[in-house]
Each structure stands twice: as structure tokens, then as C-alpha cells.
């Protein structure tokens, strides 16, 4: 029995022990030789050997059992330790990229309009005065050339206030109808909380031969527009004045902060302002040479638009590369 302990005891791995285990207890083992023997012996002598196998049987058996856990923990524990993750290593933060609000916002309002079957014209941030301002019925010592601080640059070119001058380009080079949008850049000399001298515009255009286009038209596909991007608001039109257009209006939503009650971003009137728009006024037609159209035009401010959705109480704030401001939009 002391030899069989000592086995127990020796062993180095749950293997060993299992052959041990089967030494004694298997089939062939000590044991199960040992109860064949006991039948040739006589009454006396069988006792004593029955009760010596059956102290045998319990005493290995109990050393076999502790044993057992012993490795199983001991190999636990080597195996921890061989697959330890050091958790105080220092990382290397890995970031992806976004899109900047602006960018995204812009991304919205283009696959409003696609869905509309409205096509995308582009023109250069770079334009000459016909194109921005004459062409648009705003002659030269027009006084509403005042109301768009102009970036002016040399040989009567400037840099395009609006992306109204896209209107100009695409209805020189095609003919009627036209229904198109014109997502773009535009620059004017002014810097606050709601304006930068670099900012974005939408366009949008819409011709066709005859007088089949009207202010209702309008008005039904800009408040769908203004529900696709800000929900279940109210919209409201205002008669204004734009050169380009007759008549014109500038289009309110009741306040996405307040809903309309009254607060700081929409000075307590309820309503923020968020497009141009209008019917295109004849001039415009004649400075292009479209004869017998009608047609239907607006304009609004992406900046605007993103400021509203996201929150953003500083427009200058979207261009300042600040990562803990752009962060919140990965
Ligand atoms: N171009 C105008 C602006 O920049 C917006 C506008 C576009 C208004 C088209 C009416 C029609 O303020």
C-alpha cells in the first residue's frame, strides 16, 4: 500500500495519475488480481486479505482523488499564466474617420432630391459677375448687390455669393425643362456665430416649357423637404425680396428646440428662418435666352441646416477642426 501512496504522490501530471488510477483500479489491475486470488484462500486468510485490499482500496483511492485536484489546479494555474493579457499595457488608440456634419448634412438634403428626380449641375466657386449677379436681374450699382458682401478678384471675377450663378450655367447649356439642384462652396465677406466666409448652399431649379410651374408646386415640395429633414414641423412662408425671383418668399419652420413656444435660438418669435425662394422673375428667362418657361427657384443654407439638427450654437465652431467637437460625429 505504501508503494502505491508513494506513486500517487510522485506523480507529475493528470496523465501519470491516471495510470496509477488504472493500475490499481482497472480491470487487470492490483486489485481486481488480488479478489481472484482471495478464492483460493482459506476463510481466515480471506478475511484479513479482504479487509487489507478494501484499507487499500480506500486509502489509494482518497490519495488519487486529492491528488487529482491538486494537478487540475496546479494545471489551471499554468495555464493562466501562459495566457495572461497584460492589461496596463499602454494602447495605441486607433480612430476612423467621419464625415463632417456639414458634409453629411448636405449628403441628406442631395438624396431628398434625387429621390425627387432632380439631377445635380455644378459651377465654379470662382465666377465671373454675369453669371453671380448680372444675369440674375442684379445689374451692376444694383443696391441688392449689397446684401451679399462680395469677395471681389481681378477682371470682374469674384468669388459666387450664391449657387445661384448654377442656375445661370445650367440654363445656358441646356435647354427646358430642367429640374436640378446644385449643392456647392460660396463665400461672403462676413464672420459671426451664424455666418463664416466660406459656407455651403443648395440650389434648386425648376423649368419647364409653358406656365405649368407655380408657387404651389413650390411650396408643396419644400415642406415635404423641410419634414424629410427636421420631422413633424410646421412651415410657414413669408413674402420677401430676391432680384431673381417674383414673387419671392423666405420660408420659417416652427422651432426644433422649443416647438414653437419661444426660446433663445429662435428669439422668442417661435419660428427660425431656412430658405429663399421664389418664382423665377422673366429677366432672369431673357438673360438666357429661354422664351414661353415658367419656373420655380430656392436656395437655402446647409451650415444652417446642420447647425439646427446638431445643435451647434457657433458656426465658426464647424470649421475650426476641433476634434472634441467633431468626435461627437464619428
Ligand atoms: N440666392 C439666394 C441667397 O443666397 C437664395 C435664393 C435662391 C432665393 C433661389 C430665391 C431663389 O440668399
Same mark, same amino acid.
Given at each position: 500500500?505504501?508503494?502505491?501512496l508513494k506513486k500517487v504522490e510522485a506523480a507529475k501530471?493528470?496523465?501519470e495519475?491516471?495510470?496509477i ?21 482459506? %476463510? ?23 491528488k ?70 442684379? %445689374? ?25 450663378? $448654377? ?15 446644385? %449643392? ?99 429677366? $432672369? ?46
Amino acid at each position: 500500500m505504501q508503494d502505491w501512496l508513494k506513486k500517487v504522490e510522485a506523480a507529475k501530471n493528470l496523465e501519470e495519475l491516471e495510470n496509477i488510477r488504472i493500475g490499481v483500479f482497472g480491470k487487470k489491475g492490483f486489485l481486481a488480481a488480488e479478489f481472484l486470488r482471495m478464492k483460493e484462500l482459506d %476463510p481466515e486468510a480471506k478475511k484479513l486479505l479482504a479487509k487489507e485490499l478494501n484499507d487499500i482500496k480506500e486509502s489509494v483511492g482518497s490519495a488519487l482523488e486529492a491528488k487529482k485536484e491538486k494537478l487540475a489546479a496546479q494545471a489551471l494555474k499554468e495555464q493562466l499564466e501562459k495566457e495572461k493579457i497584460d492589461v496596463t499595457l499602454l494602447h495605441t488608440k486607433s480612430s476612423a474617420g467621419a464625415l463632417h456634419p456639414v458634409l453629411s448634412t448636405m449628403d441628406k438634403m442631395i438624396e431628398y432630391f434625387i429621390s425627387m428626380n432632380f439631377s445635380i449641375e455644378t459651377g465654379p466657386i470662382v465666377e465671373n459677375d454675369f453669371n453671380n449677379f448680372e444675369a440674375l436681374n442684379l %445689374p451692376k450699382h444694383h443696391p441688392a448687390r449689397d446684401m451679399q458682401d462680395t469677395f471681389y478678384m481681378k477682371d470682374s471675377m469674384l468669388l459666387r455669393t450664391h449657387t445661384s450663378s $448654377v442656375q445661370i450655367r445650367t440654363m445656358l447649356s441646356q435647354k427646358p425643362p430642367i429640374r436640378m439642384i446644385a %449643392p456647392g462652396a460660396v463665400c461672403r465677406r462676413d464672420y459671426d456665430l451664424t455666418h463664416v466666409p466660406m459656407f455651403h448652399q443648395v440650389e434648386g431649379l425648376v423649368v419647364e416649357e409653358g406656365d405649368k410651374v407655380s408657387f404651389a408646386n413650390l411650396k408643396s415640395l419644400l415642406e415635404e423637404f423641410l419634414k424629410y429633414m427636421f420631422g413633424d414641423v410646421k412651415v410657414r412662408f413669408r413674402p420677401s425680396f430676391f432680384p431673381f425671383t417674383e414673387p419671392s418668399a423666405e420660408v420659417d419652420i416652427s422651432c426644433v428646440f422649443c416647438g414653437g413656444d419661444g426660446c433663445r435660438v429662435c428669439k422668442h418669435t417661435g419660428w427660425l428662418e431656412v430658405l429663399g425662394c421664389g418664382i423665377v422673375d422673366p429677366n $432672369v428667362f431673357k438673360a438666357v435666352g429661354y422664351k414661353n418657361v415658367s419656373g420655380y427657384a430656392f436656395g437655402l443654407g446647409v451650415e444652417r441646416f446642420s447647425m439646427l439638427l446638431n445643435n451647434t450654437s457657433d458656426m465658426r465652431s464647424l470649421f475650426e477642426g476641433d476634434l472634441r467637437l467633431m468626435e461627437q460625429f464619428v
